[in-house]
């Protein structure tokens, strides 16, 4: 079992900069994918950054490449989200999600989400 918690989001404007983080409870957390979701009014929650549980491999969807940066610490079972060169489409509850087993883009194959925090980007 695992529990997610993110914290970090806020209201920025475009150009600017946060940092996500996401603490989750259990003492199994390395040995889990992570991954980085978000979700717009409106529209669906869709696939943002991933990263397997040793830390090597990382996947971005296209929006945010070269912008975001996901990382992980496994010794303060702690995930990050680097968001950089913020953009008003950036907007939207950001999620951080665990899946047991490699790093996907598909939301349903993760097994453990946290609760969402707000991030607002003005133009």
């Known amino acids: 079992q695992v529990q997610l918690v993110e914290s970090g989001g806020g209201l920025v404007q475009a150009g600017g900069s946060l940092r996500l983080s996401c603490a989750a409870s259990?003492?199994?957390?390395?040995?889990?994918?992570m991954g980085w979701f978000r979700q717009a009014p409106g529209k669906e929650r869709e696939f943002v950054a991933a990263i397997n549980w040793i830390g090597g491999s990382t996947y971005y969807a296209d929006a945010v490449k070269g912008r975001f940066t996901i990382s992980r610490d496994n010794a303060k079972n702690t995930l990050y989200l680097q968001m950089n060169s913020l953009k008003p489409e950036d907007t939207a509850v950001y999620y951080c999600a665990a899946a047991i087993g490699s790093a996907t883009t598909n939301p349903s194959q993760y097994n453990y989400w946290g609760q969402g925090t707000q991030v607002t980007v003005s133009s």
């Open positions: 259990g003492r199994t957390f390395s040995r889990y994918a």
